[in-house]
């Protein structure tokens, strides 16, 4: 099953940058925000990989930062560093979106030097005056620094063909998507999460091949697993695929996640780059376009519009809210959805992810399911 | 009983101080005049374009404020919990949207009830915390919105960094003018300009004087003179009140009067201070003879400063003392924001290699014996940079001694272990006890 190549895709996301590497000779950079302009460092001939938290406790973050205020996922991601996990990273990027983002990235930069940071400054509203032509010019700041480090010029060619692969990965997502639709949806919310993440891990070109295989499956594909409560979830970060696989195989009640909003799932990838002449210019266009992280969604909220629209297309019977520990721009954000989700009768329950999942998660959900829905 | 090596004597411009602060306070309780609520890291000037009765209250300050009623600030960081917001947010934050809900108002006379009226919210975000607390408090009071992205970026600051910021600004005016229904002065602002770059200025003066030995100023009570650059240093009355306190502190420098006449320790801070619990300062000082010179913090949310070519931690002139030449709007826009991109406000809270160059210039230049470090956990993105701040001091051989708490939610604070902990660390460094 195509399906499960996206799973040995992100189960072996490291073997995988390594191979690469030796298959093409090319660089791999790391990246901890999906506000990174991955296209550039496409162009550039280099691998973009997102990096990824594995979910096992560890203490090697303690003595560079306290674990009692920072962002479970982060903590992560630099504890896979610290412990060289990512040893096969010839460069990381942070593009500037939260503190604990930012923190983890200096942390890397100080303690596990690679041969190339960077340090991406991203405009903080994704709706003030000004953004674009400041976004801009901070792209060619990168786009030089990449050029200046790999000695090779990122031509207007090869935007052209970052930008036309990344759309043509996005289109595809989108229409796998679709198809989450319906009443027997063909796609789990943990397939798709391992779409999205092998997406983040994997050569774009490549990875669309894969996704061309699953879109002519699909339509053919026998679903056997009752969908059960159409599920909704959204917040910060979530890479967490053992609580996926709980909510939709463990549960007494049955439950399938047809959509989610947060940036391992259709915030990545939902809108595109419109070419235009000045290349750097239509990504900063997409990227402050695209559905918002809550730190950039200010002053009017695009979020909440975003997600009604998923809930009303994609049908969702009931949201859950998640954010990592610590997260504070969703937690910002979630005590407005709550209200709005409640003000609607949309049935909602929060959570708070860690770097491992609490015992209660799987009996708090169906807890859930039982009282708010009346499903039992 | 160790004998005291300096002589010391209160501050004379205490009083001023205090009044000056109440002023401020009283004047946002007018119901007269444009109500502006704004976070602290906001540039004030703008406003003063709209008229000379605009009263501001400032977001922080204000957290703060109600931190220091300990029943009150319980009432509203209860009400917060129960409202669901989240326990892991600014807590001066917490504190202020609780003030709302219970619809009652920390004034430095005591708790008033009734909320004073507020008419729009304007204000700089150089993190996203500014900008969502305002986005959630203005939702709740049903305001006008307006917020200005101000990056944190010293010290790579570039012209496009100036011109986004200016294009905002200009907008924002606009804005201004159209929600208030007011004309707005130019020449009133570039006053203003010239008003808050000076405050900030002589306060970072003032703040150089502790590098004296001895040290005519404490920590403890420099929090209670910086605020009023918090609250309002585009008004005249905060200009003349900096001038008139750096001469005092001068002319103590000058005469080698102490805050602390033992002075048996110099330590620095970091990060916002556990203001429902300064004893701790005071602890240090009658316990140890230890002076606090100050902080990252303390001298650089309302001064501007910048590490010169030899490394060392320097204030940076004013846009006066540059010469330039400003005449329009945008001419002051463009000298505010470029003054104020320096290290100043959230840049302090930002991680990266600047800001521990910075921390150790100033133990250096500030002949630092050891630090003492608030992991705060009420405010995310400056508890996220204690450890780094603790290795650097480290690094530069500076002993540190660190402690958990939070600037405004008293509930995250342990006094007696902090204490308990602290008088290890003084053993460590070999301070004897002033009394037995």
């Known amino acids: 099953m195509t399906a499960d190549k996206l799973t040995a895709l992100v189960d072996s996301r490291h073997q995988y940058a390594r191979e690469w590497k030796k298959r093409t000779g090319g660089k791999v950079i790391g990246y901890l925000c999906t506000y990174n302009p991955e296209e550039i460092v496409y162009a550039a001939g280099a691998l973009p990989v997102r990096i990824l938290g594995a979910h096992k406790p560890s203490d090697l973050t303690e003595k ?23 040893d096969y990273l010839d460069g990381i990027v942070m593009a500037q979106t939260c503190p604990h983002g930012f923190e983890c990235f200096h942390i890397w930069d100080e303690y596990i030097p690679r041969n190339f940071s960077y340090f991406l400054r991203v405009p903080i509203s994704s709706q003030n005056p000004g953004r674009f032509e400041y976004l801009q010019g901070e792209y060619a700041d ?34 796998i998507y679709e198809f989450r ?63 996926m696989r709980i909510v939709e195989n463990e549960l007494s009640i049955p439950a399938t996640f047809v959509i989610e909003e947060h940036c391992t799932g259709s915030r990545y990838f939902w809108n595109d780059v419109t070419p235009q002449k000045d290349r750097l210019m239509a990504l900063a266009i997409r990227y402050m376009h695209r559905p918002p992280c809550p730190a950039k969604d200010w002053p009017r909220r695009r979020r909440w519009p975003f997600i009604s629209h998923l809930i009303k297309e994609y049908r969702a019977q009931a949201i859950l809210l998640m954010n990592q520990k610590f997260c504070q721009p969703h937690e910002y954000d979630n005590f407005f959805l709550a209200k709005a989700l409640a003000q609607e009768g949309i049935p909602h ?8 999942l609490s015992t209660g998660l799987k009996t708090r959900i169906e807890a859930m399911l039982e009282t708010m829905l009346e499903v039992v | 009983m160790i004998a005291p090596k300096y002589k010391t ?15 401020f306070y009283d004047e946002y309780l007018n119901p007269a005049g444009l109500h502006i609520a704004a976070c602290s890291t906001t540039s004030f000037a703008p406003f003063a374009g709209l008229g000379r009765d605009v009263y501001i209250l400032a977001s922080e300050p204000y957290g703060a404020t109600i931190s220091t009623h300990s029943d009150f600030s319980l009432q509203c960081l209860q009400a917060t919990d129960s409202a669901n917001l989240g326990r892991d947010l600014c807590s001066y934050q917490r504190n202020y949207y609780g003030s709302l809900v219970l619809d009652k108002f920390a004034h430095p006379d005591g708790v008033f009830d009734k909320f004073p009226r507020t008419d729009l919210h304007f204000s700089f975000a150089t993190s996203y915390c500014n900008a969502k607390w305002h986005q959630l408090a203005s939702e709740h009071q049903k305001l006008p919105l307006y917020l200005v992205d101000m990056p944190s970026v010293f010290p790579h600051y570039k012209k496009r960094t100036i011109d986004y910021v200016v294009t905002q600004m200009l907008d924002g005016i606009e804005w201004l003018e159209k929600t208030t229904g007011r004309k707005y002065d130019d020449e009133l602002f570039i006053e203003a300009v010239h008003n808050e770059c000076e405050s900030y200025r002589v306060w970072a003066d003032i703040c150089v004087f502790n590098q004296n030995i001895p040290a005519p100023l404490d920590e403890k009570t420099m929090f209670s003179l910086y605020v009023l650059n918090a609250l309002a240093p585009h008004r005249h009355e905060t200009v003349g009140f900096m001038h008139k306190l750096k001469d005092e502190v001068g002319e103590r420098a000058e005469k080698g009067i102490a805050a602390v006449p033992y002075e048996s320790a110099r330590f620095m801070s970091e990060a916002i201070p556990p203001w429902p619990f300064l004893k701790i300062w005071r602890y240090m000082e009658e316990e140890f003879g230890a ?36 005449r329009t709007r945008e001419d002051a826009l463009r000298a505010l924001i470029e003054y104020r991109l320096h290290w100043c406000m959230d840049s302090m809270y930002v991680a990266g290699v600047t800001k521990y160059t910075a921390t150790k210039a100033m133990a250096r230049q500030w002949k630092v014996d050891a630090a003492v470090i608030h992991l705060n956990r009420g405010c995310p993105p400056q508890g996220l940079t204690g450890m780094q701040v603790k290795l650097a001091l480290q690094e530069a051989h500076i002993p540190v001694f660190t402690y958990e708490g939070s600037n405004a939610d008293a509930r995250d ?6 204490l308990n902990n602290f008088e290890a660390f003084a053993e460590q460094l070999g301070l004897p006890r002033l009394k037995k």
């Open chain 1, 64 to 86: 560079y930062v306290t674990s009692t205020n920072m962002c479970p996922f982060m903590r992560d991601c630099l504890s896979q560093g610290l412990a060289g996990d990512y």
């Open chain 1, 142 to 175: 990168f786009k030089q620094a990449l050029e200046k480090w790999l000695q090779k010029e990122i031509t207007d060619e090869a935007l052209d063909r970052a930008i036309e692969v990344y759309n043509h990965n996005r289109t595809l997502c989108r229409k």
């Open chain 1, 181 to 243: 639709k319906n009443d027997k949806p063909p796609v789990t919310g943990l397939e798709a999460m391992e779409m999205i993440l092998s997406s983040q891990t994997t050569d774009k070109a490549e990875h669309s091949r894969v996704l061309e295989e699953l879109l002519k499956e699909l339509p053919d594909k026998k679903v056997e697993r009752e969908t059960g409560t159409r599920l909704m979830i959204l917040g910060s970060v979530n890479d967490d695929r053992e609580f």
């Open chain 1, 349 to 356: 329950y929060s959570l708070e992810f860690d770097i491992t």
């Open chain 2, 9 to 23: 004597a209160p501050l004379r411009i205490w009083p001023e101080a205090k009044a000056l602060r109440k002023k």
């Open chain 2, 291 to 326: 002076v606090c010179i100050g902080s990252s913090y303390t001298f650089a949310l309302t001064g501007c400063w910048k590490l010169d070519d030899k490394g060392d931690f320097v204030v940076v002139e004013t846009p006066r003392e540059k010469g330039l030449d400003i």
């Open chain 2, 413 to 418: 604070f342990n006094y007696a272990a902090t």
